[in-house]
């Protein structure tokens, strides 16, 4: 079976698919940061950070060689797409999905709410989607993935519930564990077309408080993301009227929040590699002032004054850090691009 139209537009694409390092930042007077450890599942899988980059997965699965120009060509195609394919195959990528996959209902009476995860990696309006596997519909070119898991809280009061829902679950993330086939599996219904992938795992949380709502195999913690809580206001006992908490700025940034704060800067980065194909290490120098605005960020290294440069450069204005009482907290901070 051939894949949808991405298939034949990455028929050259399979020599830029590479992998991605970031080195740790390290603080001026500090030391080196420490990476943040995540369940051994997630340690070993490969993460996605796009819907660009996980459409490029299929490209081995569907790619027709027979329309090499020359039978050189033709060849060198198929020795590519074998070794893509066993790679691919071999591999556990783990995808991160906001609200946008969940269901969430909020019953007062029982004083509970349930969220259900969607399997839908990549529903968006445009381009091809990536579903897990399952009974799935399409209205008005909307997908509607079929549910892969989920769980539900209990609370002391209705009006409790009521809050969480829809003040605390609309933050809610999910990780989600997938292997591509070895066989290819396309998706068709209602004019939207795409893959569909083995769901192998999945965990759903609060990234403000790390809280496992649900979770596939088992996980204690997920990932906590300091900023994901300013917005959240603070249960007074009516569902209505919220009280938002006053927010304590800490005296310096801490390691995980300097590397919360790069996660949009380092997505910027792959695109950048996926971009231009070229390996080596940028380092910038920065400042970051206390109203956690980025006050300076020097670039030097390999890519200085380079395409590749001028995209990282670009990539560093989406940097936003969260306030402190320091004035100015110097870093730096090296992106290795391989």
Excluded at 154 to 183: C, D, E, N, S, Y
Excluded at 215 to 229: L, T
Aim: proline share 5%; charged share 20%.
């Amino acid at each position: 079976m051939r894949a949808p139209a991405l298939a034949s537009a990455l028929l050259v694409a399979p020599f830029l698919v590479a992998s991605f390092v970031v080195a740790p930042p390290t603080f001026g007077a500090v030391g080196t940061a420490v990476a943040d450890g995540f369940d051994d599942k997630v340690k070993a899988a490969r993460p996605i950070h796009d819907a660009k980059s996980m459409t490029a997965l299929f490209w081995s699965q569907g790619a027709d060689c027979t329309a090499a120009k020359n039978d050189l060509l033709r060849r060198q195609c198929e020795g590519v797409r074998t070794e893509r394919k066993r790679r691919v195959a071999s591999e556990t990528y783990v995808v991160d999905v906001g609200v946008e996959a969940f269901d969430i209902a909020a019953d007062a009476k029982k004083m509970s709410v349930q969220v259900n995860l969607r399997s839908c990696l990549w529903c968006g309006t445009e381009g091809p989607v990536v579903i897990g596997k399952g009974v799935h519909t399409v209205e008005a070119g909307s997908v509607k993935a079929a549910v892969v898991g989920g769980g539900s809280k209990t609370f002391k009061k209705g009006g409790m519930a009521q809050h969480w829902a829809a003040h605390i679950a609309t933050r809610m993330k999910a990780q989600m564990l997938v292997k591509v086939p070895a066989a290819l599996e396309t998706f068709k219904a209602g004019g939207r077309n795409g893959y569909k992938v083995d769901v192998v795992g999945y965990r759903l949380y609060d990234p403000c408080q790390g809280d496992v709502v649900a979770a596939s195999p088992k996980s204690e913690k997920g990932p906590i993301v300091a900023s994901s809580c300013k917005d959240a206001p603070a249960y007074t006992g009516d569902p209505n009227v919220v009280k938002v908490p006053e927010i304590v700025h800490p005296d310096r940034l801490s390691t995980a929040q300097i590397k919360t704060s790069m996660a949009d800067v380092l997505v910027q980065a792959k695109a950048c590699y996926d971009a231009y194909g070229i390996e080596g290490m940028a380092t910038f120098k920065m400042i970051i002032a206390g109203s956690g605005k980025l006050a300076k960020a020097e670039q030097l290294g390999d890519f200085t004054g380079t395409p590749t440069g001028i995209c990282l450069d670009k990539a560093m204005q989406a940097a936003s850090f969260p306030k402190s009482k320091k004035k100015a907290t110097p870093i730096t901070y090296p992106i290795v691009l391989r």
